[in-house]
């Protein structure tokens, strides 16, 4: 059953009916988790307004993470089981995975400054996340430099498999090195957090989630397009009025 | 080579990490000029930061470990290409990989000869900069012991990223983007040995890190590079 939507032609319908309602869950999820985070959600008594941004900072940090390991468990599957869909996927994730490392390091400037009183400081977790983000660079480049497709695949696939190494690093660095970042507040069962800060992150979280499969759904429908398009099925899909 | 005397082949870890070590030497000591060449960039490029900072003594003294390790990776980086390129531009890589030794052998050996080649002469000549930039004995020695003991992460890193990239477009500035934030713990804690030791903090657990490294690698790199190889003569 599952097998069966690992062949693009089949999966390509499915995402193209997927990805809406992932985006209408987006977005509804990103009313919520806004109007509780900058509404209902109490001022911080230390940090006053500006520690608002933790609701886009932290989900998006996490999210790029994630991302990176989904592309890892798609490496996997694409080298082992050599299927194709699994590259395609990954090809189509690192994009949202860049862009969700770029805006966590972003707006963590933006709330560095007034918090810490700079833009940017060589913390260990920061450093890490820019690092992340040139993983990211790193793979994109290596998959677009290789001209077969299948060697690019399977290249990248190997490469992320590297670099998510990594990606422990970036969470351990916090206890490693322990500088500048504040220790990670959101700890299963003992929350430092109040209850609606916690509720809207959380809230917020499922939001980008439902984001990055939305995009990453449209993105791999475009590349399954691409790379199948001398194929009698794309043929016939393309000629359909 | 009559049958008796022809080992089994797939088992044949040993000789075939030997044949291709001592292939590779060999090639390195016929180029030797080439292989010189990332010692003295090392060099050259480490003796352009006190130009840019400033000669304040105590300053360099400071920074010397970790611009020792910033253009050791640079250095590292230039020699990368070397590893493959050329047996894969004339065919040998393929040739190699269809021969009966383990892939993964061959690749320890062509790893272990990069190591010979260059992150073991800088590691040897960082004394030298370390002198320009005014650091005392002691604190050489756990310099280059940090060198000694992290730069075999660099060359096994290093090499999966150029088999990775074989083949590609513009494969010298990718492998950088590809290497460069992999190397970050390594550079990390090899500066910080010496900086931990210059501050009278216990050095030790940053050299067990490195060697940890080190070894994690030793253990699975040849066959991640064997794997690359593979995906590269696709």
């Not at chain 1, 800060?197 to 979280?205: C, S």
């Not at chain 2, 292989?35 to 050259?44: D, K, R, T, Y």
């Not at chain 2, 009966?100 to 010979?116: E, M, N």
Request: with cysteine.
């Amino acid at each position: 059953m599952l097998f069966k939507y690992a062949s693009p032609a089949s999966f390509y319908p499915l995402a193209g009916k997927l990805a809406p309602v992932f985006a209408v869950i987006a977005l509804v999820l990103t009313a919520v988790g806004l109007y509780q985070g900058f509404i209902i959600a109490p001022t911080d008594f230390q940090q006053g307004e500006v520690y608002r941004i933790i609701f886009i900072h932290v989900p998006s940090a996490w999210m790029g993470m994630f991302i990176y390991l989904v592309m890892a468990m798609y490496a996997c599957l694409a080298l082992v089981f050599n299927t194709r869909l699994s590259a395609m996927m990954m090809q189509a994730l690192a994009p949202t995975g860049a862009i969700m490392t770029a805006i966590a390091l972003w707006t963590g400037a933006l709330w560095g400054k007034p918090t810490w009183g700079t833009y940017w400081a060589w913390d260990a977790r920061m450093t890490s996340t820019l690092f992340l983000l040139f993983l990211y660079f790193g793979y994109m480049a290596l998959d677009n430099a290789i001209e077969d497709r299948r060697r690019a695949d399977k290249a990248g696939a190997l490469l992320v498999l590297v670099g998510v190494v990594n990606v422990p690093i970036i969470y351990f660095s916090v206890r490693w090195w322990n500088t500048l970042h504040q220790g990670a507040t959101v700890v299963p069962g003992s929350s430092k957090m109040a209850d609606t800060m916690l509720a809207a992150m959380m809230v917020m979280t499922f939001a980008m989630w439902a984001y990055a499969i939305a995009v990453a759904l449209w993105r791999v429908r475009g590349i399954i397009l691409e790379r199948e398009k001398n194929t009698a099925w794309v043929q016939e899909l393309l000629d359909r009025p | 080579m009559n049958a008796m005397a022809e080992p089994e082949a797939e088992f044949a870890v040993l000789p075939g990490f030997v044949a291709v070590l001592r292939r590779d030497l060999l090639l390195a000591w016929r180029t030797r000029a080439e292989i010189a060449q990332p010692v003295i960039f090392f060099i050259m490029v480490a003796s352009l930061f006190p130009l840019g900072i400033g000669a304040d003594m105590k300053l360099l003294a400071r920074v010397g470990a970790g611009v020792v390790w910033a253009c050791g990776v640079l250095a590292t980086l230039l020699s990368l290409p070397r590893i493959f390129a050329q047996d894969h531009a004339d065919g040998t890589l393929e040739q190699m990989a269809l021969s009966a030794y383990p892939l993964s052998a061959i690749a320890g050996g062509k790893l272990a000869a990069h190591w010979l080649t260059t992150g073991l002469p800088l590691s040897l000549t960082a004394p030298v900069i370390g002198l320009q930039f005014g650091m005392d004995a002691p604190t050489q020695g756990v310099l280059v012991l940090s060198l000694l003991i992290g730069s075999p992460i660099l060359s096994m890193i290093g090499a999966i990223a150029a088999a990775l990239t074989l083949g590609a477009r513009g494969q010298s500035l990718l492998i950088a983007l590809l290497v460069l934030p992999l190397y970050v713990p390594v550079v990390i804690f090899g500066a910080g040995a010496v900086e931990s030791f210059g501050a009278g903090i216990d050095h030790g657990a940053h050299l067990a890190l490195l060697g940890a490294g080190t070894l994690a690698g030793l253990v699975a790199t040849p066959f991640v590079v064997a794997a690359a190889i593979r995906i590269a003569l696709d």
